[in-house]
């Protein structure tokens, strides 16, 4: 029943599941979406707290398992969360999992397009480091912006490797995401804006210029077209998405 070859490493250790239920402050109405429920250990802790439990696991095997042992107001779906639509699920209010290290990327950005109130999720350290890095360190990336952007991010609390069987190479952290009501600052299309991060942070080490010649075919007058993507904080990138849109907007 192991899945390592899925990247997962189940969580044995109770204090940090009911640490984890401490932080999403569950209420008896919630429904909770659970992402890679493993052998259920905070799952079967979740369905005691709130209405229901959407609980996705692509493990054929787990799913055998854990049909009989979770409870009635567990809804459990074979599935692959990354690719799985998650608009054909219950609403749910809130997100509470252990997320499989390997999909944590594509996984976080998925989330961000769908509503709820509150995320507390496990992540390997060093993404959750880069999930809050701040503009001019090493760990600022993409997906620093885009957090920033959509929600207010806090490191919660470390979680030793000892936590999980099999241990992982690395520690983790506890997350809390709440998306913002209103983004921190103006852009004139989200879809321009994230697609120009993304093209920024491939060729981090590149001038803002020459990555926007490469991909937009443009030069940019702006203070910022000779500094490095990773010097510009998101409100700056943002500055560069509306210049370029209103560009070829008018074109």
């Known amino acids: 029943m192991g899945r390592n070859k899925l990247g997962q ?7 940090i ?27 079967t802790r979740l369905a005691t ?12 095997t787990l799913v055998a398992f854990l049909q009989e042992r979770v ?6 779906i074979h599935a692959d969360a990354v690719t799985y639509d998650f608009k054909t699920l219950p609403p749910f209010t809130k997100i509470v999992a252990n997320l499989p290290f390997q999909i944590s990327s594509p996984l976080t950005f998925k989330l961000l397009d769908y509503p709820f109130e509150k995320a507390i999720l496990i992540y390997q ?5 880069r999930m809050i890095a701040q503009a001019g360190t090493k760990d600022y990336s993409r997906l620093s912006v885009a957090i920033y952007y959509k929600t207010y991010c806090k490191l919660l609390q470390n979680v030793g490797k000892t936590c999980f069987s099999p241990p ?7 997350v809390e995401l709440c998306p913002r009501p209103h983004p921190p600052f103006e852009v004139l299309d989200e879809t321009f804006f994230f697609t120009l991060t993304k093209h920024l942070f491939s060729h981090r080490r590149k001038k803002i210029q020459n990555t926007v ?4 075919g443009e030069s940019i007058d702006s203070p910022y077209a000779e500094k490095r993507v990773d010097a510009l904080t998101p409100e700056q990138i943002g500055a560069i998405s509306t210049f370029l849109y209103k560009k070829f907007r008018n074109k």
């Open 9 to 15: 490493h189940f969580l044995i250790d109770q204090s």
């Open 17 to 43: 599941v009911e640490a984890e239920i401490h932080y999403a402050d569950l209420q008896k109405e919630d429904v909770v979406l659970e992402i890679g429920p493993g052998k259920g250990i905070l799952t």
């Open 49 to 60: 707290k709130v209405r229901q439990v959407i609980a996705l696991e692509i493990d054929p």
């Open 71 to 76: 409870p009635s107001n567990v809804l459990l």
């Open 125 to 129: 350290k060093d993404f959750a480091q």
């Open 168 to 174: 992982p190479q690395v520690n983790a952290s506890i």
């Open 213 to 216: 010649k490469e991909y937009y």
